[in-house]
């Protein structure tokens, strides 16, 4: 069997993985969009295999830059099933109707190429299939899958794939994005066993999360200092898949618990609205905290205090309001969404604090803030940094070194042959590396995208 990285390599974003058997069977596991290289404005168009050729699309998760291309892929003529979890399904609906709004706008603005439409969305769910956890699912008599829980966000998945050939079994396990151990809402990471193969993600592979207080403590810091004692704003950029509802939650347990001052709390993003309801919806696929919390409250995030900007009466209320407050708004790097149109009301104010609270891409504009420069552009105009601007990783989807290298540790039954790394900067990759035990570290590669390797 032959392993070609097709995206993610050295780089974060477009996750595209492919295992070719001898017999010609061909698995993709994860087809995302690719948000690095801004300057080609046909990155994401174009595939480098033929998508009628390939029979199987195995999905991680619903982030976008996992699974944002699918639609073009079926554009262009793959007819397979696509196969993830039930909470991936329902957040892929969503996810790709916003995506398809996103490439219409930024079209018409002549930014990037319109990758798929509404019926390529369309024609894309009618191939999903959903599996449940930690169940073998044959694909033919010489390949088989297994989904087990990354912890990254609700219903995501590794992926351990089986393949039988010339008498040999060997496994091949992918972890999709991992998830921080003792996260907000998400259950803990459980990690493959018994492989000859692990293709890795390596996004905070020469990080360690420094913040040792609760999520609650944290928050409530900042809004004490930022909403009470210099009656200001709180803005919080967050993804809208993940990040939104952690934080949602943490404000939900500080209200129930009398914690939360008299303020009020915006959530404005539509999309993030449609995932909390799948939250909702799918909990039991959560933690137990979060278990627990839905059956004796009946919702995970519903508090007095909170306003939920679904339309576009919500939207002028809330900009007449000038009270200080709480603002969590989409899309987590700051690169476009609603988020885009509070830096832009707030950047100037030196009352408001702007907390990033995720990862942010080189060259996005969350990733500017970060760096401290004093002027940025949002909106078409150049605008002063008046805000403070800070960062948490209190909230992280990600496992940080320690993270990472306890995964490997617990995966590694003393049969893997080679560590893949993907899905990180090429830094972080060659910092985890030169962390890890001699034994460990002479099995890593880091493939470039387009390499293949004979497995
Ligand atoms: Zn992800």
Request: proline share 4%.
């Amino acid at each position: 069997m032959k392993y070609t990285c097709w995206g993610a390599a050295k780089q974060v974003t477009g996750s595209m993985h492919l295992l070719e058997l001898e017999s010609g069977y061909k698995i993709l596991v994860d087809c995302g969009i690719d948000y690095e290289d801004k300057d080609n404005k046909e990155i994401n168009a174009h595939f480098p295999f033929n998508p009628r050729d390939i029979d199987v699309l195995l999905l991680t998760h619903a982030h976008i830059d996992h699974s944002g291309n699918i639609p073009n892929l079926v554009k262009q003529g793959f007819k397979g099933d696509i196969i993830c979890t039930e909470p991936t399904a329902f957040l892929l609906e969503k996810l790709w109707v916003d995506s398809v709004n996103i490439q219409n706008s930024n079209h018409n603005r002549r930014q990037t190429a319109r990758l798929y439409g509404f019926k390529e969305v369309k024609d894309a769910n009618e191939q999903l299939l959903t599996v449940s956890f930690s169940k073998r699912i044959e694909l033919n008599q010489q390949v088989s899958f297994t989904f087990h829980e990354a912890g990254h966000i609700i219903g995501a998945a590794s992926i351990e794939i089986q393949v039988s050939e010339n008498n040999t079994i060997k496994t091949i396990g992918f972890t999709g994005d991992l998830g921080n151990p003792g996260s907000k809402l998400i259950v803990d990471p459980n990690p493959m066993q018994g492989l000859d193969y692990l293709v890795t993600e390596t996004t905070y592979g020469n990080r360690q999360h420094k913040e040792k207080r609760s999520p609650e403590d944290v928050l409530l810091d900042y809004v004490t200092k930022t909403c009470v004692d210099q009656e200001g704003r709180l803005i919080i950029p967050a993804f809208s898949v993940g990040r939104t509802q952690a934080i949602l939650f943490t404000l939900k347990k500080l209200f129930n618990e009398g914690k939360l001052p008299p303020i009020r709390v915006f959530a404005d993003s539509p999309l993030a609205l449609a995932s909390s309801n799948i939250h909702n919806r799918f909990s039991d696929y959560l933690n137990d905290e979060a278990i627990g919390y839905k059956l004796a409250d009946g919702s995970l995030f519903d508090f007095k205090s909170l306003y939920l900007i679904e339309d576009k009466s919500d939207v002028e209320d809330m900009e007449l309001y000038r009270e200080s407050c709480i603002i969590v708004s989409s899309a987590g790097m700051l690169e476009g969404g609603r988020i885009q149109h509070h830096i832009s009301d707030h950047i100037q104010n030196p009352a408001c604090t702007i907390l990033i609270a995720g990862f942010c891409s080189p060259g996005t504009l969350g990733a500017q803030l970060l760096e401290g420069r004093s002027t940025i552009r949002v909106k078409g105009n150049d605008k002063y940094v008046y805000a403070k601007i800070d960062q948490t990783d209190v909230f992280s989807a990600h496992p940080d070194t320690n993270g990472l290298q306890d995964y490997f540790s617990a995966s590694n039954d003393g049969k893997l042959k080679k560590l893949f790394f993907v899905h990180g900067e090429e830094e972080s990759m060659n910092d985890l590396k030169s962390a890890l035990s001699d034994d460990l570290r002479e099995k890593v590669e880091i493939p470039s995208k387009g390499e293949t390797f004979q497995l």
